[in-house]
């Protein structure tokens, strides 16, 4: 991040803010459907540390937050399964907007416009630190994953498959 950059304030920041949830701050040049590959390029961290915030939905269209390795995609038959449902999906942009009042490309799990039920990838919890939108195109926190474990509450789940 350069030095005359400073961090957008998002509801995902003053979540951060809120629960004392120590956090780096990255900017970087967003690009359309980039996605981990280039957030991971600019910040120059491997991209198993990026972490997606994916909206999905189940079969009765109720919304969930996926949460992923970006080297990795979903299973989401074997997500529908752990999370005793029968099919999850993935939202529209428009929808996923609705549910968590974030672009796509700039969701965050933290601060959504709803409560929704959380799942995070189990081995997410192996890595010391983790950059995961910050609630805007173009910018990543750090933070440690066990602080999501605490205050996100998710259900952890074994549903990564190697892109």
Not at 68 to 97: F, N, W, Y
Not at 147 to 163: A, F, M, N, Q, W
């Amino acid at each position: 991040m350069k030095t005359n950059d400073r961090p957008p304030e998002t509801p995902a920041t003053k979540f951060l803010h809120q629960h004392g949830i120590a956090h780096s701050n990255h900017l970087y040049a967003y690009e359309e459907h980039g996605g981990t590959r280039v957030s991971s390029r600019e910040l120059n961290v491997p991209e198993h540390a990026v972490v997606k915030t994916l909206i999905m939905e189940d079969e009765n269209r109720k919304p969930l937050v996926v949460l992923m390795h970006g080297d990795r995609k979903v299973s989401t038959k074997e997500l529908a399964r752990q999370a005793g449902v029968k099919k999850i999906a993935p939202c529209t942009p428009e929808d996923a907007h609705r549910h968590s009042g974030y672009l796509v490309g700039g969701c965050s799990p933290f601060g959504t416009k709803k409560q929704m039920p959380v799942f995070m990838e189990k081995t997410i919890l192996d890595l010391p630190l983790i950059y995961i939108n910050g609630g805007q195109r173009g910018y990543l926190v750090g933070v440690h994953p066990h602080d999501i474990l605490r205050v996100l509450r998710p259900r952890v789940v074994e549903c990564g498959l190697k892109e």
